[in-house]
C-alpha cells in the first residue's frame, strides 16, 4: 500500500494581503522551500509580538515539518488560543498529534477544522489518512470523498481512496480512484505501483506487468516495483525476467526480505532447491519474524527429503504467526498422526475463528482433513476434505462445457492423416510422463530418476508453453486450430526449442523425464515435435485416483477437482481422450499401472525400462534412496519403499463417495 502523505496549510496570495511586509517574505521563504530563513523571520516577528498567531502557527508548522511534532503542537496550540476560528491551525496541529501517535485528539481538530470550513479539502483529506489508522476504513472513505467533491482533482485523495478500498476487497473501485489520480498525474509513480497490485489481485497479469513498468519508468530505484514486477513475471510463467526483477530490487535494497524470499521461490520453481534453501537462509537472517519465509524453507526442506527439518521450519512459522493456516497445513502434510494432539487441536480452534477468511478455512480444512485420515477417522475426514474443496470450488469459474469442447476439438485436428506426417526434431531425451493426478507418476518419475543415465526434471510448463504460443505467433489461431498449419520446418524447430529448454536443467543426461500429467492433452503435439521421444501413461484405479485428487488442494489448471460430479466427469474426458490416442498411435504410448507396480516391482521396472531403451540397473528397485528433489504432494511415499496401503483406500469412503460412483462404475 501507498504512503498516506499528510497535507498541511501555509497561507495563500489572498491571506497574505492581511500581514505585513516581514510575514509575507517569510511565507515566500516557507513556500520554496527555504524553511531556515522562514524560521528565523517567524522568530523575529514573535520577538516583536508574541502574540502574532500566524507567526505561532506557521513556526509550528515549521517545526512539524522538521519532525519536532511537540514544539509543533505547542506553538500551533498557542496560536489557537489567541486566534480560535482559523481552520487552518486545526489542521496542521490535526497532523502534527498524528505524528505523534495521538489519533484521537488528531480527528478531534480535523473535525474542529471541518465545523469551521465544511469545504476545506485538506482536512477532509487527513481525517481520512486519520480514520484509516485507527482502522475505520469505511469512514475514511467517506472523508476522502468529501474531500474529492470540495477538490475533484486531489490526485492524493484519489489515491488514498484507492488504497482505502482495495483493502477492503473492493479492487474494481480501487483501480478507478488510482486511474483517477494517474490522469491527474500520470507521472506518481507510487500510484502506478499501487494500481499495478490492484491488477495482480485482479489475476489481471498484462496490466499488472504494465503499470509497474511505468512506476519504474518514473522512478528507475523503486525497488518495491521491482519486485512485485518479479512476482507478476513469476506468475506468467517467465522465471527468468522474474528472477532479473527480484534481482533488480536486490541490487537496489539488499537487505529486501521479501525480495530475498521471491527469488527463493522462483528458483523452487526451477527445482534448485539448494539455491533456494539458501535465499530463505538469507532471508531469515535479514528478518528473522518472517513466517512465510519459514514455511517456504519448510516447503524446501521437505522436497528435499528432511521432513523433520520441514516440520521444524514449519514451527517457527507458526511460533511467528499462530494464525498461519498455509503453514499449519503444510505442517499436517508433513507430519504422520498417531494420535490426537495438540497441532490438530489448534487447528480445529482457527477453524471455528469467525475471523479468519475463507482463504486460511481451505488451507486448514486440507490439513484436518489430512490429519483425521491419518488417524483412521474417515468420516471426520470427508466432513473437512468436503468443505475444503466446497470453499476452492467458490473461487473458481469453472464449466466442464469448456474441457468437453477442448477435447473434442483434440480429436478433430489431430487426426490420423495429420499425425503421419514426418516432421519435427529427432531428439529422444524427453520420457514424457502423463496421466491424471494422484496417479502413481512420482513413483514412476523416481524410479526412472534412480538410473545413471535418467534425469528426474519433474513437472515442466516447457512444452504448453511452446504449443500455446507457435500457435498464436506462428497461425493466429489459438491450440488446438492452428496446429494443421504450422509447416514441417515449423514442427522441427520447436521441438528443437523444447530440447534447448529442458537441458538447462541437465546437460549432461542421455534422458530427462517430464512429469507434467497434464501433457495427456498434447500427446499429438509430441508426435508432431517429437516423434521419438518416449510416453509413459501412469494408470491407477479410477477411484483411488479421484479420491486421493479430491483430499489434495490442488490450484492452477485443476478446476476440475473440487466437485465430486465435475472430478468424475473431467475423468471420463480423461479416458476417452486417452483411448483416443492409443487407438490413432497404436503402439507408441505405454501404459504402465500403479498396482502392478506394487504387485510387481521388478517385474514392471523391467518392462519399463525396455521400453525407454535403458539397460538394467538395480539402483531403480532402490529408488526411495536415491538423492534427489521431489515436486509433487506424494514426497513422502516416494521416499518410502513400495507399500499396497493406497490400493482400494476408496473403499474407507465408499459411502461419500456415492457420486463418483454413479460415475465410474469401479470393479469390486
Known amino acids: ?123 477532509n483529506y487527513n481525517l481520512g489518512n486519520a480514520l484509516l489508522e485507527q482502522n475505520k476504513p469505511d469512514e475514511a472513505v467517506t472523508s476522502y470523498r468529501k474531500a474529492l467533491r470540495i477538490r475533484p482533482d486531489y490526485a492524493e485523495a484519489h489515491s488514498n481512496l484507492g488504497n482505502t478500498l482495495k483493502e477492503l476487497g473492493r479492487l474494481d473501485d480501487a483501480v478507478a480512484s488510482y486511474q483517477n489520480a494517474l490522469s491527474i498525474n500520470p507521472e506518481l509513480a507510487e500510484v502506478q505501483y499501487n494500481l499495478g497490485n490492484a491488477f495482480y489481485e485482479q489475476r489481471k497479469l498484462d496490466d499488472a506487468v504494465a503499470s509497474y513498468r511505468k512506476a519504474l519508468r518514473i522512478e528507475p530505484g523503486y525497488a518495491e516495483a521491482h519486485n512485485n514486477l518479479g512476482s507478476a513475471l ?99 502434510n508433513a507430519t504422520r498422526y498417531t494420535e490426537y494432539n495438540q497441532q490438530i487441536q489448534k487447528m480445529l480452534d482457527l477453524y471455528g475463528d469467525p475471523q479468519i477468511t475463507d482463504s486460511q478455512k481451505v488451507h486448514l480444512a486440507f490439513g484436518l482433513g489430512k490429519a483425521f485420515d491419518d488417524l483412521g477417522n474417515y468420516e471426520e475426514s470427508f466432513v473437512f476434505i468436503s468443505e475444503g474443496n466446497r470453499l476452492r470450488r467458490s473461487e473458481y469459474t469453472y464449466d466442464i ?72 505467433m506462428l497461425t493466429g489461431n489459438k491450440f488446438p486450430y492452428g496446429v494443421a498449419k504450422l509447416s514441417s520446418e515449423n514442427l522441427e524447430r520447436l521441438g528443437a526449442d523444447y530440447i534447448k529448454r529442458i537441458r538447462r536443467y541437465s546437460d549432461r543426461a542421455e534422458y530427462i523425464t517430464d512429469k507434467m500429467l497434464t501433457n495427456f492433452r498434447y500427446v499429438g503435439m509430441i508426435r508432431l515435435v517429437l516423434p521419438n521421444a518416449k510416453i509413459i501413461h501412469c494408470k491407477r484405479d479410477p477411484m483411488d485416483t479421484c479420491l486421493s485428487i479430491f483430499q489434495k488442494s490442488f490450484t492452477g489448471v485443476h478446476n476440475y477437482a473440487y466437485n465430486l460430479v465435475e472430478l468424475g466427469e473431467y475423468y471420463k474426458l480423461y479416458q476417452e481422450l486417452m483411448q483416443y490416442w492409443h487407438s490413432i ?46 515436486r509433487t504432494a506424494s514426497t513422502s511415499q516416494v ?25 465410474l462404475n469401479p470393479t469390486p
Request: glycine fraction near 6%.
Open 1 to 123: 500500500m501507498g504512503k498516506r502523505g499528510k497535507a498541511y496549510e501555509t497561507p495563500g496570495n489572498e491571506y497574505r494581503s492581511n500581514v505585513n511586509i516581514e510575514l509575507a517574505d517569510a511565507i515566500r521563504y516557507h513556500q520554496s522551500g527555504n524553511l531556515r530563513q522562514a524560521e528565523e523571520i517567524y522568530k523575529k516577528i514573535l520577538a516583536v509580538d508574541p502574540h502574532h498567531s500566524d507567526a505561532l502557527h506557521l513556526l509550528g508548522v515549521i517545526a512539524y515539518q522538521f519532525g519536532r511534532n511537540d514544539i509543533a503542537v505547542q506553538l500551533i496550540v498557542k496560536a489557537i488560543d489567541i486566534d480560535p476560528n482559523q481552520p487552518l491551525y486545526y489542521t496542521n496541529l490535526g497532523n502534527a498529534l498524528r505524528d505523534q501517535g495521538n489519533l484521537d485528539d488528531a480527528i478531534a481538530s480535523y473535525q474542529k477544522a471541518l465545523t469551521i470550513k465544511p469545504d476545506l479539502a485538506e482536512a
Open 234 to 332: 513469476k506468475e506468467q510463467g517467465r522465471l527468468d525476467d522474474a528472477m532479473a526483477s527480484y534481482q533488480s530490487a536486490l541490487s537496489i535494497k539488499p537487505d529486501f526480505a521479501e525480495a530475498h524470499n521471491n527469488l527463493g521461490n522462483a528458483l523452487m520453481d526451477q527445482g534448485k532447491l539448494e539455491d533456494a534453501i539458501s535465499f530463505y537462509e538469507k532471508t531469515l537472517r535479514i528478518d528473522p519474524e518472517f513466517a512465510e519465509a519459514y514455511n517456504n524453507l519448510g516447503n524446501a526442506l521437505h522436497e528435499k527429503g528432511k521432513p523433520e527439518e520441514a516440520i521444524t521450519a514449519y514451527q517457527h512459522a507458526l511460533r511467528i504467526r499462530p494464525d498461519f493456516a498455509e503453514a499449519h497445513h503444510h505442517l499436517a
Open 401 to 472: 462445457f469448456e474441457d468437453r469442447e477442448l477435447f473434442k476439438a483434440l480429436k478433430n485436428v489431430f487426426s490420423d492423416r495429420l499425425l503421419r506426417r514426418k516432421s519435427g526434431c529427432r531428439d529422444d531425451t524427453p520420457i514424457f510422463i502423463i496421466g491424471m493426478l494422484r496417479s502413481g507418476s512420482s513413483l514412476l518419475e523416481q524410479i526412472l530418476a534412480s538410473h545413471p543415465l535418467v534425469y528426474g526434471g519433474g513437472e515442466l510448463e516447457d512444452l504448453k508453453k511452446i504449443t500455446i504460443h507457435s500457435c498464436e
Open 585 to 630: 498411435m497404436p503402439g507408441y504410448i505405454f501404459d504402465i499401472h500403479y498396482e502392478d507396480i506394487v504387485r510387481d516391482q521388478e517385474g514392471e521396472t523391467r518392462k519399463l525400462l525396455a521400453y525407454c531403451d535403458l539397460p538394467w540397473n538395480e539402483a531403480c528397485l532402490s529408488f526411495h534412496q536415491t538423492k534427489r528433489p521431489v
Open 639 to 663: 521416499r518410502q519403499s513400495i507399500y499396497n496401503s493406497s490400493i482400494k483406500r476408496w473403499k474407507r469412503y465408499e459411502k461419500e463417495l456415492d457420486p463418483l460412483l454413479d460415475l
